[in-house]
């Protein structure tokens, strides 16, 4: 197991899960083994690969909180929303401190349309204010939603001026303006 995590550090990913796969040949007991298979192929993309992985690992342990909270990303990003829920609620049930599955049900609440509940969940992840607003910012982003962006964008920096995740994310939100801006008056001008 310690050779297959160096040889992801080194981005080796088929290698390392030659070798998960030959630790789960040998002993297929251990969830250890299935989570990491899962978030290798879930990096490599290979998300129903990923998803049967989780599955073996909870299997094995199905109290593993970690398994579960990485399984919740895994279907977050996939879009998977009410599942993605489900896992991470149960990874907080049975970690109620872990402050990645809070701050993950935060981006999955905000980009659901549930903004109260994400301040909630980013505050007990142990988001300040301004990191909780900024978080909400990117999430409404993924979303399309630039006016709510902005204006998270600014309530952050209106908490912590110097706040640099809200400020680089209002700064991308104003070049994608001036993009947007640029385009519109080229367009117009080639009608003309």
Request: charged residues 25%.
């Amino acid at each position: 197991m310690a050779r297959a995590r160096s040889l992801v550090e080194k981005g080796q990913i088929e290698q390392a899960i030659g070798i998960y796969q030959d630790v789960v040949k040998q002993d297929n007991s251990r969830p250890d083994a299935y989570h990491r298979l899962a978030i290798l192929h879930d990096m490599k993309g290979e998300c129903d690969k990923a998803r049967g992985f989780y599955h073996a690992a909870l299997e094995r342990d199905s109290r593993n909180a970690e398994v579960l909270c990485d399984f919740g990303y895994s279907c977050y990003l996939q879009r998977r929303w009410r599942e993605a829920e489900e896992h991470l609620s149960q990874a907080i049930a049975l970690q109620p401190d872990m402050a990645r599955a809070h701050n993950n049900l935060g981006l999955l609440l905000a980009r659901t349309g549930r903004q109260d509940g994400a301040m909630t969940e980013f505050a007990r992840g142990g988001c300040t204010e301004a990191d909780a607003r900024a978080n909400l910012a990117f999430a409404l982003t993924l979303e399309q939603q630039w006016v709510a962006a902005r204006q998270q964008y600014e309530l952050a920096l209106a908490v912590d001026s110097t706040s640099r995740a809200a400020q680089k994310g209002l700064d991308a939100l104003r070049s994608v303006d001036s993009e947007a801006q640029a385009c519109n008056w080229t367009a117009s001008q080639d009608l003309r």
